[in-house]
């Protein structure tokens, strides 16, 4: 990921955040020449990538074992040189875009063991679940018995040893102040509230 | 991508879109049995993807001629079994995630020439400004010669011959309309309009 160091996102704490609060990623591996995508939801868990795919998925015939990598990515947005209050002075900008992103790379490896797969959906309801509905968080021993069966009887758990971590926040750090608070009022004001966050964490 | 039958995107409309509405790519390209990502915006106009890269950005340097999957995402969001009114009844349901995404694959082809950096530059500032700022859009030429000059120097303009899309929109389109309609209100209650909308769309 081309990375000028200004747009480095250097804060392991913020780095896990960002894959915390966009847990969706986009999973990418190159098969025989031809790359392969899903979009699967994962917890980053110390050093590894935790998770679950259909057992109809292709994905865990094709590509355990290999390298792969999980794409993060929080809200983004275009600049418009028009929110710079030092444009009228200088005209001297152009239009850019906004983001934040984590490329996760590692070694996916599968498991079919029944072990696996509740460690697994386990970790992800108790994740997702008590972060939404706390005390009145679902939980598996809700489901019936033979329907929690036939639903870990259709997936495959996997985990993701994380050898890399590439992060970037490009979120105006390159523009003098004037101009890096209007573009963090304009994120507000387009509801992009959790850019303009992350913008106001740097001011 | 794992794409069962009734999650598969198949509105040619929908998934320009979809990609219109979303143009931060994430790029691919498996370089040497390493992934290269990159975020990039980008337009699709008719068969080809057109963008730029900064000229300090090794992607031009390491990847031209070689295929590439950009990856586009609108809202996503988990699902949680609490929000089906059925669940009381059944409790024959598990979390999941809901999404739409399209992954376009092809040939990314760079071009250093002044012609090609002016014509991409052109179209993605008159697409983007455009909709953003309509007559108060910024144009080129209301930055100085030297500056643009310096500007387009800075970048190299690439396209992407388009040759397999896939495309999903995971939208609770396998759960009855009680359940279905749930969700999209709970979509809207999050403020996740543009999801609820995409939903509202099928019902």
């Known amino acids: 990921m081309y990375t000028p160091t200004h747009f480095a996102e250097t804060d392991d704490a913020e780095i896990r955040r960002i894959v915390a609060a966009y847990p969706l990623a986009s999973c990418v591996v190159a098969v025989d020449g031809a790359y392969v995508v899903n979009h699967i939801p994962v917890l980053w868990v110390e ?16 590509a355990d074992g290999m390298d792969a990598v999980f794409i993060f990515r929080a809200e983004d947005s275009y600049i418009s040189p028009n929110w710079y209050p030092t444009k009228a002075e200088t005209h001297r900008h152009v239009p850019t875009w906004n983001y934040s992103a984590v490329n996760l790379h590692g070694r996916l490896d599968f498991d079919h063991t029944r072990k696996a797969k509740l460690a697994v959906v386990g970790q992800l309801t108790k ?77």
Do not use: C, T
Not at 141 to 166: C, K, Q
């Open 47 to 62: 050093d590894r990538l935790i998770g679950h795919v259909a057992l109809n998925n292709d994905l865990h015939r094709i």
């Open 127 to 203: 994740h997702f679940e008590g972060a939404l509905n706390g005390d009145e968080a679902w939980k598996m021993r809700d489901a019936p018995r033979d329907y929690m069966d036939g639903m870990l009887d259709n997936i495959v758990a996997f985990s993701v040893d994380v050898a890399r971590v590439e992060a970037k926040s490009k979120l105006s750090q390159n523009r003098e102040s004037r101009d890096y608070d209007a573009v963090r009022d304009q994120m507000h004001a387009q509801g992009k509230h959790d850019l303009a966050r992350r913008m106001g964490d740097r001011s």
